[in-house]
C-alpha cells in the first residue's frame, strides 16, 4: 500500500510548496509593477521638464525666437531695418534688431539704445513715418 500511495502524489507538490510558489510570483509581479511605475514617473517627469518638443508641436505653441546671448554694441539706426520684441515666453526679455542686410541682432530690453530705437520704430509707424 505504501508504494501505491507514494505513485499516487508523485506528480503532485504539497499545499505549502504551491503557497511558496504562489509567493515568489507575488514578488515577482510587485517586482515589476514597481519597475513600471518607477519608469513611467521618470518619463512623465523628463517629459515635463525637458524643453524638447516635436517639430509639430513647437510650431504651434512656440515663439518664433527668443535670445540667450546678447549684443551690447551700437549700430547706426540706419542700419536698422527693423525691430521686434521676443515673445513673452521667452525666459530673457529682448529686442530682435533686424539689419537691412538682413542680420538678426539681440538686445536685451535693459539696454537703452534698443529701447531708444523700439519706441522710435514704433512711435513712426504710428505716424505714418519710417526712418
Known amino acids: 500500500m505504501e508504494r501505491v500511495m507514494s505513485r499516487t502524489f508523485r506528480g ?7 503557497r511558496r510558489q504562489h509567493h515568489h510570483l507575488h514578488n515577482f509581479t510587485d517586482s515589476i509593477m514597481k519597475t513600471l511605475c518607477f519608469t513611467l514617473v ?3 517627469l523628463s517629459a515635463c521638464c525637458c524643453d ?12 518664433g525666437s527668443c535670445c ?3 549684443f551690447d554694441q551700437l549700430i547706426p539706426q540706419k542700419f536698422v531695418a527693423r525691430i521686434t520684441q521676443t515673445h513673452h515666453s521667452c525666459v530673457k526679455k529682448a529686442f530682435i534688431v533686424q539689419t537691412i542686410r538682413g542680420r538678426q541682432i539681440c538686445y536685451s530690453q535693459a539696454f537703452q539704445w534698443a529701447q531708444n530705437v523700439y519706441d522710435s520704430f514704433h512711435s513712426a509707424a504710428g505716424s505714418g513715418q519710417q526712418n
Open 68 to 70: 540667450f546671448r546678447f
Open 52 to 63: 524638447a518638443q516635436p517639430a509639430a508641436v513647437q510650431i504651434a505653441t512656440s515663439p
Open 42 to 44: 521618470l518619463l512623465l
Open 12 to 18: 503532485f507538490k504539497s499545499h505549502s510548496g504551491l
